[in-house]
């Protein structure tokens, strides 16, 4: 069955149908367009387009549908165009004629682009909570190790001590911003084009504002043209998806890095390793270089996605349907990839000794200049007195602390005996006070308001 035959004499081309089908993907929206279908039939009744009889014969033809989609027991038919054909295929089966009076004043333009929201707006839910479980596992991690000292790196050259806390922090704070940006895109996900027909709005007044309560939806679309071709918050979704990706990329690189026997800062549990085929030494932390490898796809699906809408025409196009499958993948992608990396930071084996034997006193120089600084030194001067001292020091094939106090002095009269006190990277660490820093104080501060946040939008969610 087609849900255009009435003007076509025959039928249509049998490849041109396969390239066209949307089933063999939009079945994943068969739950929210039946919930669609279901406030529907309520509002055309409302609206006095249906009796309460039929309206009662469609809702125990769509609720059967549910329980069979739910059951697996849907059977799917070769005409099956797309998932909203189904549906009414099936339900014309289920309840006869009446079943062709729920598409009145609806177009599947209006509908699609429903249900797509309603899709997503359940994932959207499911991703904050993995999202709020990978900051879990960082927050507990960062408790468990707190103490621990490793180089911090700029340019990936060595440059100021940092606790290992500190450093897995930070990605909370990244992960709390794409939470904070999912939430702000999620607001604009909540607007319901339903009622807005093919494109030119409803002709049997149905009350819209009820609709969008009974379906969830915060608010309705305030012009039908705009409301069947709008992708915006497609487009926004996935900006999002690529964002959290280039963040989940970044974690995993520095993961392999630290994991690889040069660094030997910490192992990734073996349970989420390979072995070689050929080399029986090897353990590859190949789920880290995928985490890696998946911002390719992700910010693919962002560049189709721009690339389908750039200079469509107004309303509807078909080319639209092409919004779903990056929608889809994105969401598998980064929910597998969220739980996953929730469990890799949980069980990473710390290395303290390992950390710990590779600073190099060198990162202490800006401790030096700082130390000058406190003896009222302007900090350039300073940066440029301890500048000398490192070449002195390297001239002399000795590290900074082994410097003798003479040459200090014979450099400027103001480094002072006190100034070995300096080389400590414990105490490096712990000035750091600041909000913000890297002082164990300061990291305690920022894990205390980490964990505030995390309780905050749970209890917001529940
Ligand atoms: N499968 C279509 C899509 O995903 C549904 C909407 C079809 N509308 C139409 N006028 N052909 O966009």
Request: aromatic content about 8%.
């Amino acid at each position: 069955m087609t849900l255009w035959g009435g003007r076509y004499r025959g039928s249509s081309d049998r490849r041109m149908r396969r390239f066209c089908d949307s089933i063999a993907f939009d079945h994943r929206l068969k739950t929210v367009d039946v919930k669609g279908s279901i406030a529907y039939a309520n509002a055309l009744q409302q609206a006095e387009c249906i009796s309460l009889d039929e309206r009662e014969l469609l809702l125990s033809g769509l609720q059967r549908i549910l329980q069979e989609f739910e059951a697996g027991e849907f059977l799917f038919v070769e005409e099956d165009e797309d998932i909203h054909t189904a549906v009414e295929r099936r339900l014309t089966e289920l309840v006869g004629q009446v079943a062709g009076k729920l598409h009145t004043g609806r177009s599947r333009n209006d509908q699609v682009a429903t249900d797509l929201r309603l899709y997503l707006l359940e994932q959207i839910a499911l991703l904050d909570g993995a999202l709020a479980a990978l900051q879990t596992a960082i927050v507990t991690k960062a408790q468990m190790h707190l103490g621990v000292i490793m180089p911090g790196y700029t340019h990936m050259q060595q440059a100021q001590p940092l606790l290992f806390s500190h450093w897995l922090m930070s990605f909370f704070w990244k992960l709390q911003r794409d939470r904070e940006r999912l939430a702000e895109s999620r607001k604009r996900t909540a607007v319901m084009p339903l009622g807005a027909g093919a494109i030119a709005g409803h002709p049997f007044g149905v009350d819209r504002e009820a609709l969008a309560a009974e379906l969830g939806f915060r608010a309705v679309t305030q012009n039908s043209v705009d409301a069947v071709g709008d992708r915006d918050f497609v487009v926004e979704f996935l900006a999002w998806a690529g964002l959290l990706q280039v963040h989940l990329s970044g974690l995993a690189e520095d993961l392999v890095v630290w994991s690889s026997r040069e660094f030997g800062f910490l192992a990734v549990d073996e349970a989420f390793t390979t072995g070689s085929s050929l080399m029986p030494q090897k353990r590859n932390p190949d789920a880290l270089e995928l985490m890696r490898a998946k911002t390719g796809r992700i910010v693919g699906h962002l560049v189709t996605m721009l690339a389908v809408l750039k200079g469509l025409p107004s309303g509807y196009c078909k080319d639209l349907q092409e919004d779903k499958e990056a929608v889809f993948d994105a969401v598998d992608t980064l929910c597998e990839e969220l739980r996953l990396a929730a469990q890799i930071v949980l069980t990473l084996q710390i290395d303290g000794d390992r950390m710990a034997a590779a600073l190099d006193e060198a990162m202490l120089s800006t401790d030096l200049a700082d130390y000058l600084v406190r003896k009222g030194v302007p900090f350039r001067e300073s940066h440029r007195l301890v500048g000398l001292a490192v070449r002195r020091a390297e001239d002399l094939g000795v590290a900074l602390s082994h410097l003798p106090w003479e040459e200090y002095v014979a450099i400027d009269p103001r480094f002072e005996r006190d100034l070995h006190g300096v080389f400590d990277f414990e105490m490096s660490v712990n000035r750091r006070t600041a909000v913000g820093g890297t002082a164990r104080g300061a990291v305690e501060t920022q894990i205390a308001r980490a964990q505030l946040l995390l309780n905050h939008t749970r209890s917001t969610r529940e």
